[in-house]
């Protein structure tokens, strides 16, 4: 087991790598606009190609691309991701005071869809073509079509119209005010999570109705295993493959989810962080943000790597 997460964390690092010449080249090669020019624009009437040349030079953005690129990853491989052009503070710090919310939004959404999906998906496999398995079916369409973000400013204009309700403007981490900081969050968090869930109720359903019908189900009926037995030992464990993919494959979307939800709610995570940034064209600001969602889809797929041969001993043993 050992060997195949080593082998998988191995084959993570030329990705890492790839990602940030992708990063790099999307965000200095692909904007239209120099950042330079947009900040001398906000601060004199008249443009003076010796001061931005000075800003260059002083923000590293002087000399060819390539030298520009290996500036920055040497930088990013000692930790440090340049200053933001706007306040002046070190990216690494903002993120780091950041991540920790963006993680609790993200991970919180992920176990909501996991735990509602689950128990629905199962209940709409063994009472197939039943009024709960309609009623699930067709809940689970509904919250596929409904887009999250639709949903979420629905429930903040109608909260604020019927019930003089809003979510609190000022935020709180977790580590600071736990129940202040749940105040806040949970209403994003369930939105997030519900909106992931139609997904998965759908494949729940699916693989536990291909498992039922394997004879070493039926052998274990058979032998008079008792029906949670059967379910969770039998079914659910056999199910779980495909199931681990599609959640692995979700992480994007809970990943794109909290930019959004982190800018409805007032969320100051990692994903409002690059929405304002965006807006300033804060181009480190811009790359540290990036870098930090694309490290964390590369380590989800990662550990759903693992997880595939921790399910199933036949992937670790083969090598793949």
């Known amino acids: 087991m050992l060997q195949y997460a080593l082998h998988r964390l ?22 239209p606009v120099d950042v330079v020019d947009v900040l001398l624009g906000e601060t004199d009437t008249t443009f003076d190609p010796t001061i931005a040349a000075e800003l260059r030079e002083k923000f590293g953005l ?15 491989a000692q930790g440090d991701l340049g200053r933001s052009f ?43 073509d039943t009024v709960p398995d309609y009623l699930a079916r067709g ?12 949903l979420a400013i629905l429930v903040l204009v109608f909260g604020s119209v019927w019930f003089r ?3 609190s403007i000022e935020f709180r981490p977790f580590w600071e005010d736990p129940l202040a900081n749940l ?9 997030l999570g519900l909106n992931s869930t139609g997904t998965m109720i759908r494949l729940v359903r699916t693989q536990v109705l291909e498992v039922l019908g394997h004879d070493y189900v039926r052998t274990a009926r058979a032998k008079g295993l008792s029906t949670q037995t059967v379910y969770f030992r039998h079914v659910l464990r056999n199910a779980l493959l495909p199931i681990v993919t599609v959640v692995g494959l979700q992480i994007p979307n809970v990943v794109s989810g909290t930019v959004i939800f982190e800018q409805i ?33 590369v380590f989800s797929n990662l550990v759903v790597d693992i997880l595939y041969g921790v399910i199933d001993p036949r992937i670790r043993f083969s090598g793949r």
């Open 165 to 167: 309700w809003a979510p």
């Open 265 to 297: 709610f007032l969320v100051p995570g990692v994903g409002r962080y690059l929405l304002t940034a965006l807006q300033r064209l804060d181009i480190y600001v811009i790359l540290g943000t990036n870098l930090f969602f694309g490290t964390v889809l």
């Open 139 to 150: 809940g689970a369409i509904l919250l596929y079509a409904v887009p999250g973000f639709w």
């Open 10 to 31: 191995a084959l993570a690092v030329p990705t890492l790598f790839g990602l940030t010449v992708v990063i790099f080249i999307a965000i200095r090669v692909l904007m």
């Open 86 to 128: 706007v306040s002046g503070r070190p990216v690494t710090e903002e993120l780091l005071y950041r991540v920790p919310t963006s993680l609790q939004l993200g991970l919180g959404a992920l176990v909501i869809t996991v735990l509602v999906a689950l128990p629905i998906g199962m209940m709409s496999a063994v009472r197939r």
């Open 183 to 191: 105040k806040h969050i949970w209403l994003p968090m369930l939105i």
């Open 62 to 76: 002087d000399g060819p691309l390539p030298v520009q690129y290996a500036r920055w990853l040497g930088r990013v």
